[in-house]
């Protein structure tokens, strides 16, 4: 049976919540796949946690998106009942898992901008957001933490481990720029104290990449063209795989509970 896709309703404040929330959503899916996977027990437990983490924040922000929406949709319907064009994550984190170096840059290319976002949002004007904020920014400093460890580790490692990790540096950084993008439905929460501008960010971001990379004897790329295409619903081919297998169940028995 076909299960039709929900409706939203776009306003900038659910469209802003939405945004952040499949950004969790997505990226700790991408994690949970490499539950029993792992090089290690230790790291399988790692990443299945930092997952959960993620998946907690996302359901916190669906939740908060719901209500400010106001309609009969819910975390569950936001997750599982919309196409892959009204998902408005990062590109970045959607893209696949690939090597362990590869998931590990992701993480850290990610984290390090949550850690400095949710330290900024716990400043909203919106007490919602500022409270998930104050929530997640303790969380992502761990992600950051962790993720940080391993690039340095590996970077600083054999030939194999730093050649690995110096490839998907190069091969995920045009992926970063989007974190820092802005349109005009954004810019209005910024300038309503709500949302944080991200551009203030970057400099401390780059400053935190530069800071392991270079302990780790790696290297950030020159170039500065970078993808665009996540928050406005313009998905690379992954997203759509990602999906099949996040929403088959919902889809095949529509409403199930447990």
């Not at 900024?120 to 933490?145: F, G, P, Q, V």
């Not at 992926?175 to 709500?194: H, K, N, P, Y």
């Not at 996040?246 to 409403?255: E, N, V």
Request: proline share 2%; hydrophobic share 40%.
């Amino acid at each position: 049976m076909a299960v039709a896709n929900i409706q939203v309703s776009e306003t900038p404040l659910v469209l802003y919540t939405l945004r952040r929330a499949d950004d969790a959503l997505i990226l700790g899916h991408r994690l949970s796949e490499w539950c029993g996977h792992a090089p290690m027990l230790e790291e399988d437990m790692a990443l299945s946690n930092i997952a959960l983490d993620l998946i907690g924040q996302a359901r916190e922000l669906y939740s908060y998106a719901a209500k400010v929406e106001g309609k009969d949709n819910d975390e569950d319907k936001f997750a599982y009942l919309r196409d892959v064009r009204q998902y408005r994550n990062l590109l970045l984190v959607e893209q696949p898992n690939g090597d362990f170096a590869q998931t590990l840059v992701r993480q850290f290319f990610y984290s390090a901008f949550a850690d400095l976002y949710w330290r900024a949002m716990m400043s909203s004007r919106d007490t919602t957001l500022a409270a998930i904020a104050a929530k997640s920014e303790k969380e992502s400093a761990y992600h950051l933490r962790h993720a940080s460890e391993w690039i340095i580790r590996l970077g600083d490692g054999t030939d194999e481990s730093h050649a690995r990790v110096q490839g998907a540096i190069d091969h995920l950084w045009a992926f970063t720029g989007e974190m820092f993008a802005v349109d005009d439905s954004e810019r209005a929460l910024i300038q309503a104290g709500i949302a944080v501008d991200p551009a203030n960010l970057r400099g401390r971001w780059l400053t935190t990449l530069s800071d392991v990379v270079s302990e780790a004897t790696l290297a950030l790329p020159r170039n500065d063209w970078m993808q665009q295409g996540g928050r406005s619903g313009r998905h690379s081919e992954h997203l759509g795989h990602l999906l099949s297998e996040l929403q088959s169940m919902q889809r095949t028995f529509p409403g199930l509970t447990w």
